[in-house]
Structure formats: structure tokens, C-alpha cells
């Protein structure tokens, strides 16, 4: 059985730092890329990294380039996401996402292109 779980969400005061966490199992993970996804109240999900496990290149969404950092752990099946100098606007349920291949062509930041979910975890920035 698949499975992806997030960790490390909560509540930080704006231009704090949080490291989230994807456990990843059921699945060949140096087969797979981790996608990164917000979804904020009243929007719609937004792809926030890619990272591909197998060589560890990386894609993120503008927004949050130079703030937010995607890393792999192949050792324990795991895919972090650094989050430094957040901002209001960064609150969010946060959800990784696998799929097949890379992180090429900005296919990365498209849920569409992703095979397997987990449930998210809150991440909360106060002004």
C-alpha cells in the first residue's frame, strides 16, 4: 500500500522557519519525484517544489524561490521541505505528492501529473 505522510506543520509568527516532512512507503521511491502543493482557503491547490529522488534536481514556484528548500533523504524514504522567512501568504494545508520521473518542464508543479497523495498538514503564519 502507498503511502505519504506529512509532519511538521503549525503555527509560526511571520519570518519564521518550519521543515515539513513526507514519509514516503509502498513504492520504489529513487523511481519517483516528491512534489510540494499548498492549498489555502478559497484557492486553488498550487504546486510549491518538485524534487526529483533520483538525482535531486528541483523546480519550485516563483514565489518561493530563495526561501523555501526541497531536500531527499533516500536512505529513510523521505522528502523534507525547508521553509525559512514565511510569510502570511504562505499559510496553507501543505500536501506531498509522488510521481513518476522528474521534475522537468515545470511538470513538477502540476498536480495533474502526480499519482499519489497524502492528507497534508496545516501551516499557519501570523502576521
Known amino acids: 500500500e502507498v503511502q505519504l505522510v506529512e509532519s511538521g506543520g503549525g503555527l509560526v509568527q511571520a519570518g519564521g522557519s518550519l521543515r515539513l516532512s513526507c514519509a514516503a512507503s509502498?513504492?520504489?521511491?529513487?523511481?519517483?519525484?516528491i512534489g510540494w502543493f499548498r492549498q489555502a482557503p478559497g484557492k486553488e491547490r498550487e504546486g510549491v517544489s518538485c524534487i526529483s529522488t533520483s538525482d535531486g534536481s528541483t523546480d519550485y514556484r516563483d514565489r518561493v524561490k530563495g526561501r523555501f528548500t526541497a531536500s531527499s533523504d533516500n536512505a529513510k524514504n523521505t522528502v523534507y521541505l525547508q521553509m525559512n522567512t514565511l510569510k502570511p501568504e504562505d499559510t496553507a494545508v501543505y500536501s506531498c505528492?509522488?510521481?513518476?520521473?522528474?521534475?522537468?518542464?515545470?511538470?513538477?508543479?502540476?498536480?495533474?501529473?502526480?499519482?499519489?497523495w497524502g492528507q497534508g498538514t496545516q501551516v499557519t503564519v501570523s502576521s
Open positions: 505528492a509522488a510521481r513518476r520521473g522528474g521534475c522537468t518542464s515545470h511538470y513538477g508543479l502540476i498536480a495533474d501529473f502526480y499519482d499519489y
Open positions: 509502498g513504492f520504489t521511491f529513487d523511481d519517483y519525484a
